[in-house]
């Protein structure tokens, strides 16, 4: 599976959870969760409108059976979840390295370091 991450930082090596809630972007999340996590687009093509002036695009590659698809949702976490650190925790003691969900568009999320394998600065950003 071919990720992709948007971000006016220049980002040398990994991807990484620890900066979780470091932006508005995912400042909101970590009010409601405390599970680190990075956030990727599933497609190239920017969805999000607040990322379309980013610096740079990152690309990463991870194996699809690495991430647990909580829109089929198998193992019917989300009936199950009282929270979503539940659902969250439930998935990685599952053993997934992140997850694929659905907000009117594909998201990954990762709960461990990842790789780039490709940078690609653009225009625009601040």
Known sequence: MRLYHYSNKHIKDKIKPVYFGNNTYT????????????FFFTTAKIPEYRFQNSK???????????????????????????????????????????????????VVILFQDINISKTKKKGGGK
Do not use: F, P
């Open 27 to 38: 400042d909101n999340d970590k009010n409601i969760s405390a599970i680190k996590r990075s």
């Open 56 to 106: 740079y695009k990152y690309t990463a590659i991870i194996n699809d059976k690495n991430i647990y698809n909580l829109i089929s949702d198998n193992k019917a976490l989300i009936k199950r979840g009282k929270s979503i650190d539940y659902i969250l925790q439930k998935i990685k003691k599952l053993g997934y390295k992140g997850a694929l969900y659905n907000v009117g568009y594909n």
